[in-house]
């Protein structure tokens, strides 16, 4: 049987400059998200289309969400198989395609996840683990394009690693 979660939050345009929308360029995208117990996040649109670009925007939280996503089963699942992760760091990356009308769409997402294992012997199956990661991401599974993975694993040094 499925289990259902229900989530919410609060987006608050504080972009009225005194015009409303009487005009493209009356008004700011700037906008916060709240949840409840957790700090604000300030968002605004791309500056590409007249955002502040000194807030988060949908894009970049789209992509966020993704590779969080991504990492947090790929832990679960390395716990789980006994692999000892003793670092972790993704450079996202994202390509949104703008459609002639001014719509668009992301076309692909690709991570690069940068994982440090304890010991030599966990690498493979570290390795391993991300395609599996992606299998049950939330997010991933939502999306209605392949995401890509291009993992690298290291080997942490006898000084970083991390004990039992």
């Known amino acids: 049987m499925s289990k259902f979660h229900h989530?919410?939050?609060?987006?608050?345009?504080?972009?009225?400059?005194?015009?409303?929308?009487?005009?493209?360029?009356?008004?700011?995208?700037?906008?916060?998200?709240?949840?409840?117990?957790?700090?604000?996040?300030?968002?605004?649109?791309?500056?590409?289309?007249?955002?502040?670009?000194?807030?988060?925007?949908?894009?970049?939280?789209f992509l966020a969400s993704i590779a969080s996503c991504h990492m947090l089963w790929y832990l679960h699942l390395c716990a789980e198989a006994g692999i000892s992760i003793v670092s972790y760091e993704d450079h996202a990356e994202g390509i949104m395609v703008e459609n002639k009308n001014g719509s668009g769409q992301f076309s692909?997402?690709?991570?690069?996840?940068?994982?440090?294992?304890?010991?030599?012997?966990?690498?493979?199956?570290?390795?391993?683990?991300?395609?599996?990661?992606?299998k049950y991401c939330f997010i991933a599974n939502s999306c209605n394009f392949k995401i890509r993975h291009k993992p690298v694993v290291r080997i942490a040094s006898k000084k970083q690693s991390y004990s039992h």
């Open 7 to 61: 989530y919410q939050t609060l987006i608050t345009w504080t972009g009225n400059t005194g015009m409303g929308t009487r005009g493209y360029l009356a008004y700011q995208r700037n906008f916060d998200v709240h949840t409840e117990g957790r700090p604000v996040i300030y968002g605004s649109a791309d500056p590409h289309f007249r955002g502040d670009k000194s807030r988060h925007n949908p894009e970049e939280l």
């Open 108 to 134: 692909e997402v690709v991570l690069y996840p940068v994982v440090t294992v304890e010991v030599e012997s966990m690498k493979t199956k570290a390795m391993q683990l991300h395609e599996e990661a992606n």
